[in-house]
C-alpha cells in the first residue's frame, strides 16, 4: 500500500502522521513547501534563533521521499517583513497561506497524471485538497481528507451567532466568518471527493454533514512530555497566599471565547485572581485594554518557554466556541493544570469532571466564574487536580495518534 501525503508546513500533526504511515511502511512521499536538512553546513553557521525556526522544517524521512515546493512559502515568511502586507492578504494575497495551499495542490496534481508511483491512496488537508483529489479519482486513487477543525458550515454559522452576539469582538473572528463563497465551495468539493475524512476528535466529526457516508477515522492529537528533570515536590506544590493565576493561551478573538472569558473575570471582581493572555493580537491593544483593564499580557514565543509560563500557572481556561482539537489544553494539562473548556474545544475526552476540570457550555460567562470561584474556594486540592491533568495528558501520544491512523487507512484500503 502506498500513500501520498501533502501538507504546507507540516505542523505537529502532520509530522505524526507521516511517521505512522512511514512506520507502517505505506509512505511513499511527502509534498511539502520547505524542508530543512539538519545536516547541511549552512544551517549550523546560523545564528541560535535563526537556526532554531528553520529546524522546525526537518522531517525524519529520508531525503527521497521529501519534495519541496518554497519559493512561495520563502515570499510569506519575508516580504510582509518588508513592508509589502498586501502579499499575504486574506486569500486574496499572491503570497496569501491560500495561494501556497493551492499552490503545493496543484503540483501534487501534477505529481500524480502519469501515477508512476503506484499509489492506493492521496492524503491531503483542508483547502489544499481539491485539484490533487479531482486527479486522483480519474486514476481511481482514494482520497483521505484531514480535517482538524469543525466543517466549515458549522464553522460558519457559529461564527455569524457570535458576530451578532458580540459584535464589538466581530474583528477577532477570523477567516472563517470572511471566508468567499469560492474558497467555500472548494472546501465542500474536497469534502465530496474525499473517501475518508480523518479528525481529532467528536466534535469534528459530529459537525460533518448527516449524509456522509464515508469512512471516518477519529484519533485525538498527542500529549507533550513532561520534562522528568522538574522537581516534582515544587511542581506540585501549588501556593494558596497568591492569587489563582488563570491562563488563556491562543490567538486573542472570540473563536476561542475570550470575550466571555473577559466577562467572567469582570463579574468575579475579585483580587484574588490573575488573568494570564498568551497569544497573538487580532485587534489592537488598546481594544482588549478597554474590554477589560487588568489581565496580564504574555506575547507567543518558542515551545518550551510556554510550557515553562503554564507551570507558573494554576488553571487552564479557553471556553472555545469553534476548534478542531486544541492542541493548547493537553499541553497545559501535561504541566498540570487542570481546565475549564467547553465541548467545542474538542477536549471533552478530557475531562474527568471535577478531577481533571470542569465541561461548560459555550457563550457562559456566569457559568466559567462559577468554575473560577471553585477553584478559589478549593485550592488545597489544585495540586492533585494538577496531577490527574498531567496522568490523563499521559493517555495521549504522538505515536498513538499517528498509528491509529495508519491501522485505520490499512484495515480500510484491504
Avoid at 481539491?130 to 460558519?156: H, M, N, R, S
Avoid at 474525499?194 to 471516518?216: H, R
Wanted: proline share 5%; hydrophobic share 40%.
Amino acid at each position: 500500500m502506498k500513500i501520498t501525503l501533502s501538507h504546507p508546513t507540516g505542523n505537529r500533526n502532520v509530522r505524526a502522521v507521516i511517521t505512522g504511515l512511514d512506520k507502517a511502511e505505506m509512505l511513499s512521499g511527502f509534498n511539502t513547501t520547505l524542508a530543512a536538512n539538519p545536516d547541511a553546513l549552512w544551517i549550523k553557521l546560523l545564528p541560535q534563533k535563526i537556526r532554531t525556526e528553520w529546524l522546525r522544517r526537518s522531517y525524519a524521512l529520508p531525503k527521497a521521499k521529501i519534495h519541496t515546493r518554497p519559493l512561495l512559502e520563502l515570499a510569506r515568511m519575508t516580504v510582509p517583513k518588508l513592508g509589502y502586507t498586501d502579499s499575504v492578504k486574506h486569500e486574496k494575497g499572491w503570497a496569501s497561506i491560500d495561494a501556497i495551499y493551492r499552490d503545493l495542490d496543484k503540483s501534487t496534481a501534477k505529481q500524480l497524471v502519469t501515477n508512476k508511483f503506484k499509489l492506493d491512496a492521496v492524503y491531503a488537508y483542508e483547502d489544499g485538497a481539491l485539484e490533487t483529489f479531482k486527479q486522483a479519482k480519474k486514476l481511481g486513487i482514494k482520497c483521505i481528507y484531514d480535517l482538524p477543525i469543525a466543517y466549515w458550515k458549522t464553522v460558519k454559522q457559529l461564527m455569524t451567532q457570535e458576530a451578532d452576539r458580540l459584535p464589538t469582538w466581530a474583528a477577532t473572528l477570523g477567516g472563517g466568518i470572511n471566508d468567499s463563497d469560492a474558497k467555500l465551495e472548494r472546501k465542500t468539493e474536497e469534502f465530496e471527493l474525499a473517501d475518508v475524512v480523518v479528525g481529532p476528535g467528536s466534535f469534528v466529526m459530529d459537525s460533518l454533514p448527516w449524509y456522509s457516508n464515508k469512512k471516518l477515522i477519529v484519533s485525538p492529537f498527542g500529549s507533550p512530555e513532561f520534562d522528568k528533570t522538574l522537581n516534582g515536590n515544587l511542581y506540585n506544590l501549588k501556593p494558596t497566599h497568591k492569587p489563582l493565576r488563570v491562563l488563556f493561551a491562543g490567538s486573542m478573538g472570540q473563536r476561542k471565547g475570550l470575550a466571555d472569558l473577559f466577562a467572567a473575570i469582570k463579574k468575579l471582581n475579585s483580587k484574588n485572581v490573575e488573568l494570564v493572555v498568551m497569544g497573538s493580537l487580532l485587534a489592537p491593544a488598546e481594544f482588549y485594554r478597554s474590554e477589560l483593564t487588568d489581565f496580564t499580557y504574555e506575547a507567543g514565543r518558542p515551545h518550551q518557554q510556554v510550557l515553562e509560563l503554564m507551570r507558573t500557572c494554576d488553571v487552564f481556561c479557553l471556553p472555545s466556541i469553534v476548534e478542531g482539537r486544541a492542541l493548547v489544553m493537553q499541553e497545559a494539562m501535561s504541566q498540570g493544570l487542570p481546565l475549564i473548556i467547553t465541548p467545542n474545544t474538542g477536549g471533552a475526552d478530557l475531562i474527568d469532571e471535577g478531577e481533571t476540570g470542569f465541561l461548560i457550555p459555550t457563550c457562559s460567562p456566569e457559568i466559567i466564574a462559577e468554575k473560577i470561584s471553585w477553584f478559589l474556594d478549593n485550592r488545597n486540592i489544585l495540586s492533585e487536580m494538577g496531577q490527574k491533568a498531567k496522568e490523563k495528558a499521559a493517555c495521549y501520544t504522538w505515536d498513538a495518534y499517528g498509528d491509529n491512523i495508519a491501522q485505520g487507512l490499512t484495515q480500510y484500503l484491504k
